[in-house]
C-alpha cells in the first residue's frame, strides 16, 4: 500500500486513471475524517476516482488521522499543517502543478491550498464546501466525532485539541480565507452549492461571486442535476488543462 511519509506523518494515498494523464489531487468529504471511501460511500453523489479515471490522473487521499494515515497532535496543528501534507504528496509524486477536487472540508482545503501555493493549481473544483456565519459557538460536533475516533494518540492532550479546534475553526466564511482573499484569486473556479447546516448554500454563492474566474452550479446533486454536473466537471478539467 502506498504511503508517503512527512515527518512523523504517515499519508496513505491512492493513484487511479492512466499515469500519463494530467494531475487531479482529491480533497475528501468527512470534515477531520476526510478519508477516500468517503468518495464511494453511499449517498456521496460524485465519485471523482470512477467518473475522471479514464483520462486524468487522479491522486486520492487520506488526510491526516482519518482513514489509514496518522500524525501526531499538537497544539500548533491548523490548515497550514493539511496543505503541508498535500503539498508534500505531489512533490513525492513529481507533480508541480495540478487541478484540485474537494467537497466539504475540501473547500476550505482548496482555499487554503490557493492561499499558499496558488502557483501549484491549475484550476479546482468545490462541491459543497463547509463553512460558517457568524462566531463560533463551541467546538463543532464533527470535531467532536473525530476525536472519538482517534487512537494510539499517546502525545495527544486536551490543550492540545482545544488549540487545534481554536486554530481551524475560529474564522468564519470558508475558515481559511476571509471574503477579502477571494477576489485575489485569480485561479478558475467551479464551485457548487451546498444546502446543509454544514455546507451552506450562501457560502458557496458568496465564493462564487467574489472569485473572478468563478462558475456556479446551484443544484447537483440528484437525478438529471447530478449527471449534468458530472459531465461539466469533466468538461470544466478538459478546458483548463494545458
Known sequence: MPFFRRGPASIYY???GPASGFPVLLLAPGSLNSSIEWWRRDGTPMNPMADLGDRFRV??????NAGQSWAPIGPEDNWDTYTGDQTGLLDHLGIERAHLMG???????IMNFLKTAPHRVVSAVLLQPSGRFGPLPGRRPSFNQWVETLTNHPEMTDEALESMHRNM??????????REFVPACTAPLLIMAGNDQAHPFEIAQQLAELA??????PEWK???ALQAARTRVGEFLD????
Open 14 to 16: 491512492q493513484e487511479h
Open 59 to 64: 491522486i486520492a487521499m487520506d488526510q491526516r
Open 169 to 178: 475553526y475560529t474564522a468564519d466564511f470558508v475558515y481559511t480565507v476571509p
Open 239 to 242: 478546458r483548463h488543462t494545458p
Open 212 to 217: 473572478p474566474n468563478a462558475e456556479f452550479i
Open 103 to 109: 467537497q466539504c472540508i475540501g473547500g476550505p482545503l
Open 222 to 224: 440528484h437525478g438529471s
